[in-house]
């Protein structure tokens, strides 16, 4: 089945620690996003990439560092220097850049910092 | 500031009944979508409008795109408790899918 698979669906960490979410998809889309969305808000874009080894940051992208080095694979690292990093984590990828695209979405990671 | 405008922030209704909530822009909307989300789980895509007047439905589930394409509306009828859930409006701005906050649909038996 075609999809995008994030994992894992729960995570934590401590403070202080780099922790890296897990985002792939085997829809053979070229553009993948990364967003972050906290109880009561919208979602809120961090990064995200056209294609293969390009990526743009997004409206908070501050404290998250991204790679694009395979087409299937877009790895979120949430650093020690995000504030409050503790909120739902969604993927999503769509064929092609751009807001007129369908974005499909994976299940989320929820992170937790303690 | 937010671009889209979604009303009401949260909703209850009694199965059966029927439910409308809206998403508006102070821009022109260029392709809107309308996404469902259960609690801590990802967004399932609904329905995408385009073209102004448009209305498009699935199962009990009718979105409508007003003229102006800066108000959508979503109207469930018959409501059941699967409807339950968050409804996210995004919309192409900016050559971005941004979104709305979303609104909260609870369905009590």
């Known amino acids: 089945d075609g999809g995008i698979t994030q994992s894992p669906k729960y995570l934590f960490r401590k403070e202080g620690q780099n922790v890296t979410l897990s985002c792939e998809q085997n829809?053979?889309?070229?553009?993948m996003y990364w967003y972050r969305q906290d109880p009561g808000q919208g979602l809120r874009l961090i990064y995200y990439s056209q294609i293969v080894n390009d990526f743009q940051k997004g409206d908070i992208a501050e404290g998250y560092s991204v790679s694009r080095e395979k087409k299937e694979s877009f790895p979120l690292t949430v650093t020690s220097a995000q504030k409050n990093p503790t909120a739902f984590y969604l993927c999503?990828?769509?064929?092609?850049?751009?807001?007129?695209?369908?974005?499909?979405f994976g299940p989320g990671t929820r992170l937790t910092v303690l | 500031s937010q671009e889209l405008e979604q009303s009401p922030q949260s909703l209850i209704v009694q199965e059966g009944k029927n439910l409308t909530i809206n998403c508006t822009s102070s821009?022109?909307?260029?392709?809107l979508y309308w996404y469902k989300q259960k609690y801590g789980e990802g967004l399932i895509f609904l329905m995408m409008l385009q073209k102004g007047g448009e209305e498009k439905s699935h199962e009990k589930i009718t979105a409508k795109l007003d003229e102006k394409k800066q108000q959508s509306s979503l109207h469930i009828t018959a409501s059941q408790p699967s409807h339950a859930g968050i409804y996210l409006c995004?919309?192409?701005?900016?050559?971005?899918?941004?979104f709305g906050k979303g609104n909260q649909v609870v369905v009590i038996p």
């Open positions: 829809l053979n889309h070229d553009a």
């Open positions: 995004g919309a192409d701005l900016n050559n971005r899918l941004a």
């Open positions: 999503a990828s769509s064929i092609a850049a751009g807001g007129y695209n369908e974005q499909f």
């Open positions: 821009k022109t909307l260029y392709g």
